[in-house]
């Protein structure tokens, strides 16, 4: 069915960033407008949800050019689904950083580029066509490196070019397949694509080019051993800013490879056993990673990587099951992982430091901001009954039912080393008292002598996520719909294809 | 029920914002939860007597097969019963242990919650339902455990407790869905039917061995067992609760739970004989080193579950009769022997036997709960233990082959060893002289007192009177693990026979060790020598090395140079790449698809590398950077030739904008340091070279696919006639892909900002994010 307004997703942030740029220097009012804007945006993708939902995949031919001549949009559950968790983290993060970034950072774009960053997650999520797809990645990384190195400190500028040299190598990959694709087919619409590359006869053009966008969206969603990037630049910028990081960006190559790896490609054996050993090194490497790290938003950055072995191994074993298992794990983590980098930052502002040894005494001066912490975090390890918990049980059965017994031993390594980090965590930051620091390193809590006005913009942005992760793990029932609802459509893309080309699929 | 399972954790919830209303002496209100929950499951005694099972039933998640499915059955009611009744003791005896302590709102909302667990545990009918109740328990516990958050070993302790119980959860989660998967249902009462079919498959045993990690970790079998010492730091009445009575029984009652199931062959029965009969006596042998009164608890717990699962190995009608009395004759004896040492431990500040004595003096009541636990744990006649220890050694000779001497002498040695442990908490700190310092010490509270008196008392009932509970309780209770109806009354005395004879000689000769043998500090001293041995120590010393390794791990992939990344980054693209190219069919290579070369584009071609050197072989940042923009406008100059100068001009911007946003950040950066040497030159040249390589000839591969035109002639055909313009390129970039250009616009103002902010805006290093 077609139906413009679906762009409006991508439009309002656009709409918001140009009105934030009218406002440049004015950052009160740039607080204001961005929080109106990203609640107009929930409310946007919560009616292209449910329109979705109940409706069916809607797309846009864009300047009225028909598929696969313009460009065109689609959403379909997938994507919006992703549209409707952006929006959340989106609005999270708008509200946060209202009191939890610094004003000179406000002054100096940080607003307007925020929601350019926004408008670029939700137009890859709603592109259906494979060139678009990567002006939209293109966006998405300027955007992000200009958020990271906003600031200009010494630690941000060096993380942020190892992140803009590897992201930029990242979307060289994926231009050069785009390029090879496109000499090979002769077009860039994705459901022609996927048309076109079944019917294509040389099989091993079609391979190679595939390994193009492993390895670019590999990159991008931190897989191993193409993951550098992001333990090299997470801890660097903003809390509000590695939250929107840690919560949406990885996720984006998360969607692309699914995206593109359902629709145009159908890996063949290879690539799924690849894809399942990427995933095993990729769960060790971010396990390895997560114990030894010391540093609140080191650890979280290791875990990241931990995670997305989960769901690139859901995509590795490839049946409906574990396709399900991984989608529920991604709609998870994109609530969880915005929310542990906020609270890293909550924790950061109530101690002025990250380092779990120089941290402690929480749990006795804040009791219901612990508690709050505490079930974000358990959600995050997956205590049952909580958000974590259930893609495993998908995950799980999958791997039986594929005998994919390596995947498995690694899944419990990475959620038992998730439990014990996170157990760690909450022991050394929470339970201890606040050790004794030297005079150099004493810092007054900036969080108590704030209004309680200014306390509730950090603290509700969590509460709000938490309040997700909860639904997410006490109604799992809808999200399982939503999930078993696009491995579905993943499996049989013909209602996409003939939603985006017109009625005239031939079988 | 589901209000019944539920209702702790509304409890807890309600505690968050209530909670300061039950600091004081309002604590004790909250012990309605318990009792009255104890009522409830109370009254379901005659209908579960009559051997009837009640099932409820609300959806959950059903696309999982995960709903609210709880069965009340004998062996769910013995356990719902324990879990309340000592619950309720706990909860009254903690508003008096705990009393004015700061967190004493918190320490009843984690227990609350964790009765809510349990029950939930021993009530499900769905193996994912019963596995959320178990980690939630785990759960409880690190938190029960660390409550005394503000001591080091508390913290430590409850960290290694979470590890050992939930490592275990997760291979336990493993091992119950490979079950559900097989059997096709979550759902035990289903999974009854499939119980042969199971028994059959060749993941049987693995599943028993994920299910067996599960269970062993947390009912603390060998060599899990080390965790459950350490969770002493816990406050007595939650040991006595959690660790004694209740949550460590959760891997018995899962044996139990699935036995009908899974229970009855080699598989099942030889390593649970060996693991129970292997911790029974370990633990029971650790008991007598301990002086620490709470110690020789925690290890004589351990030694208890070791029979319990042993019991269970052995698996006749006989076994699961004893292990089901065992479970309440334990219960009701360890947790009054932790209910009174948690009063010896409130009142003198010590729990050291050898410190302790005489006693009974001061604390009369308790020295009679003392006493009478001890007694029943020796299983004198006329106690509870009595009626138990007779069953284990009935359990034990009823079996077949030389089995019967070996697991008899086994069992008639630990259980000397434990009656030796029983009179030494029970018995020794009330025996004797009492020393000076303890003149002073008076009788607390009477609820700290009598919940424990309480507890021995009915010890001592139930054995007096077996009548009292056998039809009503522990009948069912075995009849459901056995899945099949049967009737075995208790008797207290079956006459002159064997089991007779080897009652009184353990009684005789652990009576004759509690004579002979005083506990010192250097009986512990002894024991210690042995602890490189200790499953605990050498679970540290692995875990020390994964850190080891792991951070060894860390350092070498993640070591910080960005060259390095990218060196790995292109070696993994060409192995696959090249894996692709060089697999699977031939390489084509037709010169005639290839255009002929002009002289421009040699010439660009000739400045492109000559840049492309330059940049690699500078010494200077700078140089490097502008040579990289040479490199982008000889790109740029090669889409003039290809007829798209429009195209060319945009490049020609963004490279300009790009490069000065690259000099901006570099000129941030410690100067430049040329670190490869000649070896690493080389192998980067080759990486290099053979990417390069292999892209040409994919290149080159894809020219020989015969391009399909249909999108482009469209673009061609149809700029003039339908998007009236008539530079093709421009229309394709302003028109039919105008979004592309719309938001390469955006990507241009977004670094347009970023040169902005970077060259402006300087935060110091102490300014907050």
């Not at chain 2, 700061?102 to 984690?110: I, Q, W």
């Not at chain 2, 442990?421 to 007192?449: D, I, N, S």
């Not at chain 2, 790109?635 to 290809?642: D, E, G, K, Q, S």
């Not at chain 2, 998007?723 to 938001?743: C, E, Q, S, W």
Request: overall charge positive; glycine content about 8%; proline content about 4%.
């Amino acid at each position: 069915m077609t139906d413009n307004t679906l762009i409006l997703s991508v439009i309002i942030h656009l709409f918001t960033a140009i009105v934030l740029l009218a406002l440049w220097r004015k950052t009160v009012a740039q607080r204001i407008i961005s929080v109106v804007g990203s609640v107009v945006a929930m409310v946007i993708a919560i009616r292209l949800f449910t329109a979705v939902w109940d409706n069916g995949i809607l797309t846009m031919q864009a300047a009225g050019w028909d598929a696969p001549f313009g460009i065109t949009f689609v959403a379909d559950v997938f994507s919006s689904t992703m549209v409707l968790l952006t929006s959340f983290s989106g609005i999270a993060v708008s509200i946060y950083s209202a009191t939890g970034v610094a004003r000179g950072r406000m002054l100096y774009g940080y607003f307007p580029i925020l929601h350019l960053l926004l408008m670029g997650l939700n137009g890859a999520f709603l592109t259906g066509d494979i060139f678009n797809l990567y002006v939209w990645f293109e966006v998405i990384i300027i955007a992000s490196f200009v958020l990271m190195t906003l600031g200009g400190r010494r630690a941000q500028i060096e993380g942020s070019v190892k992140y803009m040299a590897m992201n930029v190598l990242a979307s060289t990959f994926f231009l050069t397949g785009i390029g090879i694709l496109y000499g090979i087919t002769g077009t860039l619409n994705m459901a022609d694509l996927s048309l076109k590359i079944a019917a294509l006869e040389n099989r091993k053009l079609v391979d190679i080019v595939s390994i193009f966008f492993i390895v670019g969206f590999g990159i991008k969603s931190a897989v191993f051993p193409l993951y550098f990037w992001l333990p090299s630049s997470y801890h660097t910028p903003p809390s509000a800013v590695a939250a929107i990081f840690g919560g949406l960006l990885t996720k984006v190559g998360i969607y692309a490879l699914f995206r593109v790896f359902t629709l145009i490609f159908i890996p063949d054996e290879f690539l799924r056993t690849l894809l399942v050993v990427l995933a095993i090194f990729t769960i060790l490497t971010g396990s390895f990673g997560a114990v030894i790290k010391n540093n609140i938003r080191r650890v979280f950055s290791y875990l990241i990587v931990c995670h997305i072995g989960f769901m690139v191994g859901g995509l590795g074993m490839y049946s409906e099951i574990a396709i399900t298992g991984a989608l529920f794990y991604l709609i998870h983590d994109m609530m969880v992982k915005t929310n542990i980098f906020l609270i890293a930052g909550l924790i950061r502002k109530l101690r002025g430091t990250m380092n779990m040894d120089k941290l402690g005494g929480l749990y006795a001066e804040y009791p219901l901001l612990s508690l709050v912490v505490a079930l974000v975090l358990f959600s995050l390890v997956g205590i049952p009954p909580l958000s974590g918990f259930w893609p495993k049980i998908y995950l799980f059965e999958a791997g039986f039912m594929d005998a994919q017994y390596p995947l498995l031993v690694a899944i419990i390594i990475g959620s038992f080393v998730t439990l014990y980090v996170i157990a760690k965590l909450w022991a050394k930051v929470f339970w201890k008292n606040q050790p004794t620091l030297p005079a150099e390193e004493n810092y007054t809590d900036e969080f108590k002598p704030m209004s309680a006005f200014r306390k509730s913009l950090l603290v509700v942005p969590i509460v709000f996520l938490m309040a997700i992760a909860l639904y997410i793990g006490l109604a799992a029932e809808n999200v399982a719909l939503v999930a078993k609802h696009i491995a579905r459509d993943m499996k049989d893309m013909t209602p996409y294809i003939e939603a985006v080309l017109g009625t005239n699929v031939s079988p | 029920m589901l209000i019944a399972v539920l209702a702790g954790l509304f409890v807890s919830v309600l505690l968050i914002p209530l909670g300061r209303l039950f600091k004081g002496r309002l604590a004790v209100l909250i012990s309605l939860l318990p009792t009255s929950l104890f009522a409830y499951f109370a009254s379901f005694i005659p209908t579960i007597a009559n051997g009837e099972a009640i099932s409820f039933h609300y959806p959950w998640v059903p696309s999982l097969g995960v709903d609210f499915h709880f069965r009340l059955d004998g062996l769910s009611l013995l356990f719902s019963l324990l879990i309340t009744g000592i619950g309720s003791l706990v909860f009254l005896y903690a508003s008096s242990y705990l009393k004015g302590h700061r967190y004493l709102d918190r320490f009843y909302a984690y227990l609350s919650l964790f009765m809510a667990s349990m029950l939930g545990l021993v009530l499900a009918d769905n193996v994912l339902l019963l596995f959320i109740f178990w980690e939630l328990t785990s759960i409880s516990s690190f938190f029960l455990i660390g409550f005394n958050n503000e001591d080091a070993n508390s913290r430590k302790s409850s960290l290694t407790a979470l590890a050992v119980t939930g490592g275990g959860g997760f291979l336990l989660m493993a091992g119950l869905i490979l079950m559900g998967h097989l059997s096709g249902t979550y759902a035990i009462q289903e999974m009854l039917n499939a119980s042969s079919f199971l028994k059959a498959h060749p993941w049987y045993p693995a599943i028993l061995a994920l299910i067996f990690a599960g269970a062993f970790t947390k009912s603390a079998q060998f060599p899990f067992h080390f965790w459950l010492p350490g969770a002493m730091k816990a406050p007595t009445p939650i040991s006595a609760y959690l660790h004694s009575a209740t949550m460590v029984k959760a891997g018995v009652y899962l044996l139990a739970r699935l036995y009908p199931i899974l229970g009855g062959t080699e598989y099942w029965t030889y390593p649970l004989i060996v693991v129970g009969g292997i911790t029974m006596f370990y633990g029971a042998f650790h008991s007598i080193f301990r002086t620490d009164l709470k110690s020789i608890l925690a290890y004589s717990t351990i030694s208890a579950l070791g029979i319990l699962v042993f019991l269970i190995g052995i698996g006749t009608e006989q076994a699961l009769l004893a292990a089901a009395v065992f479970i309440l004759v334990h219960a009701l004896y360890k947790a009054s022997l932790f209910l009174t040492t948690g009063v010896l431990d409130h009142e003198t500040g010590t729990r050291e036997i050898t410190q302790l004595g005489g006693l009974r003096k001061v604390l009369l009541p308790l020295a009679i709960a003392g006493l009478l636990a001890a007694l029943s744990s020796a299983g004198l006649p006329f106690t509870f233990g009595f009626i138990g220890k007779d069953q284990i050694y009935e359990a034990t000779l009823h079996t077949e082959g030389i089995m019967p001497i070996v697991l008899t002498s086994l069992a008639v040695i630990t259980n000397i060893l434990l009656l030796y442990a029983g009179l030494l908490v029970g018995l020794k700190p009330f025996a004797g002289k009492l020393p000076e310092r303890y003149q002073a010490v008076h009788l607390p509270h009477w609820l700290m007192w009598t919940p424990p008196l309480l507890l021995a008392l009915m010890g001592i009932a139930f054995g007096a009177f077996p009548a009292l509970i056998d039809a009503s309780l522990l009948n069912p209770a075995a009849t459901a693990m056995i899945n099949e109806t049967f009737d075995s009354p208790l008797k207290l005395w079956h006459g002159f026979n064997l089991v007779l004879l080897l009652s009184g000689i353990t009684l005789a000769l652990g009576a004759l060790l509690y004579l002979m043998r005083k506990p010192s500090s250097k009986s512990m001293a002894s024991i210690e020598r042995f602890n490189y041995l200790a499953p605990q120590y050498i679970f540290g010393k692995l875990a020390r090395a994964v850190r080891r390794f792991a951070a060894r791990y860390t350092r070498t992939l993640h070591n910080g140079f960005l060259r390095v990344y990218l060196f790995r980054i292109i070696m993994f693209a060409v192995l696959l790449l090249g894996f692709r190219l060089f697999t699977g069919g031939p390489i084509q290579w037709i010169p005639a698809h290839l255009s002929p070369i002009s002289v421009y584009e040699v010439a660009v071609l000739g400045i492109l590398i000559a840049a492309i050197f330059l940049t690699v072989n500078t010494s200077s940042r700078l140089t490097a950077v502008v040579a990289t923009s040479v490199i982008g406008y000889c790109i740029c100059l090669l889409f003039v030739f290809y007829s798209a100068p429009d195209l060319a001009m945009t490049q020609f911007t963004i490279d300009t904008l790009t490069v000065v946003l690259f000099v901006l950040v570099l000129f941030r950066l410690p100067p430049f340091l040329n670190l490869a040497n000649r070896r690493d030159r080389i192998r980067d040249w080759l990486l290099a070279s053979s990417f390069g390589a292999i892209i040409a000839l994919i290149t080159i591969q894809a020219m020989n696919q015969p391009f399909d035109d249909a999108v482009s002639k469209f673009y061609g055909e149809n700029a003039y006639v339908l998007a009236k313009g008539k530079n093709v390129v421009n229309v394709i970039l302003v028109d039919f892909r105008g979004i592309d250009t719309m938001f390469e616009v955006v990507v241009l103002s977004i670094a347009a900002i970023g040169v902005v902010s970077l060259l402006k805006l300087k935060l110091k290093a102490s300014e907050k994010e």
